[in-house]
């Protein structure tokens, strides 16, 4: 069965500092996918950026990059230069074998003060 | 980009009345859907998955019968929640396969049973 633990339940940064969203994940699958989505409070879920398990390199997509530590099955985001509108419930999630399911973790609150 | 339109946004319902939710992949075609519910301050967690022209599968403990769903165009899923009560009140959300890494949600549906 696959799980996703995000231990922080409320992170604080100062504007234009960077911070680091912790995920770690436990899958037997040997073919896997790893995402970290954004949902402000309106309720939508941002996609922001996407890991596949036998990617080489981590990802990175403008301000965030995702530190892929696959041997500690960590996958954690790192926004840079944090703005004020990066105040958000970040979530990390995982898609199995089949790409077919998401498992999310629990989630994350960001807090950006100016 | 690949868009799913998902509404009502918010709906308040008298209990024991059926509320119907629409999903719809709205510049692709989506064979394969999925429903979650969120309750406040907590992760999403996957209710069904919705196949087109074919039942759906829902996750152990979701009812069936309770929480219908329809699948019948390439477009179009919806989820309906039969003689609601108050502890069904929750943030409703679904998503599809857009082709791209990370699938694509819609905007969420506030459901308030009173």
């Known amino acids: 069965a696959q799980k996703i633990t995000q231990t922080q339940p409320g992170m604080f940064v100062q504007e234009k500092e960077a911070v680091t969203l912790d995920c770690t994940y436990d899958?037997?699958?040997?073919?896997?996918?790893l995402f970290w989505y954004k949902q402000p409070s309106s309720g939508e879920m941002i996609f922001l950026i996407y890991q596949g398990s036998y990617d080489q390199q981590n990802a990175t997509e403008g301000r965030y990059s995702l530190n892929f530590q696959k041997a500690r099955k960590s996958a954690n985001l790192v926004i840079s230069a944090s703005q004020l509108g990066d105040s958000a419930m970040y979530f990390c999630?995982?898609?199995?074998?089949?790409?077919?399911?998401?498992?999310f973790g629990s989630g994350t609150k960001l807090n950006v003060k100016p | 980009g690949a868009v799913v339109s998902q509404h009502p946004s918010r709906v308040i319902c008298k209990s024991g009345t059926s509320v119907k939710i629409e999903c719809r992949s709205l510049d692709f075609q989506a064979t394969t859907m999925f429903w979650y519910r969120q309750f406040p301050k907590q992760s999403l967690m996957l209710m069904a998955t919705?196949?087109?022209?074919?039942?759906?599968?829902?996750e152990q403990g979701v009812e069936k019968d309770k929480f219908l769903i329809n699948h019948a165009s390439l477009t179009l899923s919806t989820l309906t929640v039969t003689s609601a009560h108050p502890e069904d009140s929750s943030f409703y959300i679904c998503?599809?396969?857009?082709?791209?890494?990370?699938?694509?949600f819609g905007s969420g549906t506030r459901l308030t049973v009173v």
């Open positions: 919705s196949n087109e022209g074919s039942k759906a599968t829902y």
């Open positions: 899958t037997s699958d040997p073919s896997y996918g």
């Open positions: 999630a995982m898609s199995g074998l089949n790409f077919n399911k998401f498992y």
């Open positions: 998503s599809a396969d857009s082709g791209g890494y990370g699938y694509t």
